[in-house]
């Protein structure tokens, strides 16, 4: 048996019609995707993506918590699986690459395996995490996180949408709750494929980002009750406004992350205001605060600074103040011999590759507190994600695909 080396490629075509057959369930308004986790439209593209595994030789698990493990078995049966894989789900306005390149990609692997008839002592597992955008139902990385012990299953099944649709009943409504006990599985290691999500790995003209550290990060969902009041005839000292006051928590969060740089970030990317009425001050208004770090120390004082001065900006106000912790993670390290692995990989395929640290979550994160986990990313146009203008090329997905490929078969270890 041939081993993998320099000659030795993915199927770049292949992938890449898979990513664009993916695209075609759940199409946003404006050339990217609206597929979010457990609507019809996930539901449509696991089945995709059943069928494709199937076709590929998968056999399929599925958990309580509608993830789905498709397993190409290995020669030892007792050897752990080598799990890859990322998520289906997309956000509202979402693009088509973000969590479906590091699924398709490690179908892509089994495929090209199959292809070159290479066996591997251990079983590979490609999997599909449930709802890991957290953009329906907060947090994110939902599945990982009760699969990592981190969240309990009832507290998941129990997380509503903005119409009160709880999880668990949504997950029984499309038909993917299996029976699998969430986090029963033991992993050999676990490879997460990602676009990278910021522009880093295109400023500097690198095909790969070894990805070594993830950053932690806090969501802050804060609800400040004032007194809903007519704009106009409200004079301005009577006015008991939470519209003001998140607009000085805005403001605040911003000089916070800028005191703590470099390596910090902080903003605000959603709220709500009621009754949003352009003539009626808000009586409530609710938003959320992401900060995040890849040092803990960092991370800690950011939460403890914002929470104390949103505190004293409500109490100068007059406004009730109320905070909840809808999402939290330390930071990731890496396990160092994969991330080696993955550098190897770039190097023996001559790809240009430099280490980067991810500044977004991801199931790998929950997943690198129960095994060795490691991740890589690709390029992506402006570093813009999230977007339904997300891009990137064939030959980047290509390109992170073979190192996918080396890294996931050298830990699997081929049978001669």
Excluded at 19 to 32: D, Q, S, T, W
Excluded at 132 to 157: H, I, K, T, W
Excluded at 187 to 215: D, R, S
Excluded at 261 to 269: E, L, R, S, W
Aim: aromatic letters at 6%; one cysteine or more; charged letters at 20%.
């Amino acid at each position: 048996m041939t081993s993998p080396g320099e000659n030795l490629r993915i199927n770049g075509d292949r992938l890449w019609e898979s990513l664009m057959a993916m695209a075609e369930i759940g199409p946003g308004i404006a050339g990217g995707n609206n597929r979010q986790t457990l609507t019809d439209a996930d539901k449509q593209g696991r089945e995709l993506f059943q069928s494709w595994c199937e076709q590929a030789g998968l056999s399929m698990g599925v958990d309580q918590m509608g993830t789905m493990f498709m397993t190409r078995p290995g020669t030892d049966p007792d050897a752990l699986p080598v799990y890859v894989g990322s998520h289906l789900d997309t956000q509202p306005t979402g693009g088509k690459y973000d969590g479906v390149l590091g699924v398709l990609a490690g179908l892509e692997v089994v495929r090209s395996l199959n292809d070159l008839n290479i066996r591997t002592r251990h079983p590979i597992v490609v999997t599909n995490w449930t709802n890991e955008e957290g953009a329906r139902f907060a947090p994110a990385m939902l599945a990982s996180g009760v699969f990592a012990g981190v969240l309990s299953q009832d507290y998941a099944y129990s997380r509503q949408d903005r119409e009160g649709k709880s999880f668990g009943e949504e997950l029984e409504r499309i038909g993917w709750r299996g029976e699998e006990q969430v986090g029963a599985r033991k992993m050999h290691a676990y490879f997460e494929y990602h676009i990278e999500q910021g522009p880093i790995l295109e400023a500097e003209n690198k095909q790969i980002g070894v990805v070594t550290h993830g950053q932690g990060l806090w969501w802050l969902e804060f609800t400040l009750t004032g007194k809903e009041a007519h704009t106009g005839s409200t004079p301005m000292k009577m006015r008991v406004n939470a519209g003001l006051a998140m607009a000085r928590i805005l403001d605040m969060v911003q000089a916070v992350a800028m005191e703590h740089q470099p390596g910090a970030v902080g903003g605000v990317g959603q709220m709500q205001f009621s009754p949003n009425s352009r003539n009626v001050l808000p009586g409530t208004v609710v938003f959320t605060v992401d900060i995040r770090s890849p040092e803990l120390a960092k991370l800690t004082a950011m939460r403890e600074r914002i929470e104390a001065q949103a505190q004293a900006i409500c109490a100068d106000l007059g406004v009730d103040y109320a905070m909840e912790a809808v999402g939290h993670f330390d930071p990731v390290t890496f396990d160092p011999k994969l991330v080696a692995r993955v550098r190897e990989a770039a190097e023996k395929l001559g790809y240009s590759h430099m280490d980067i640290v991810s500044g977004a979550g991801h199931d790998a994160c929950w997943a690198a507190k129960v095994a060795p986990a490691t991740m890589i990313m690709c390029p992506c146009v402006d570093g813009l994600s999230h977007n339904e203008a997300e891009d990137i090329s064939k030959e980047w997905a290509t390109a992170g695909a073979d190192v996918l490929f080396h890294a996931v078969v050298e830990t699997a270890g081929i049978v001669e």
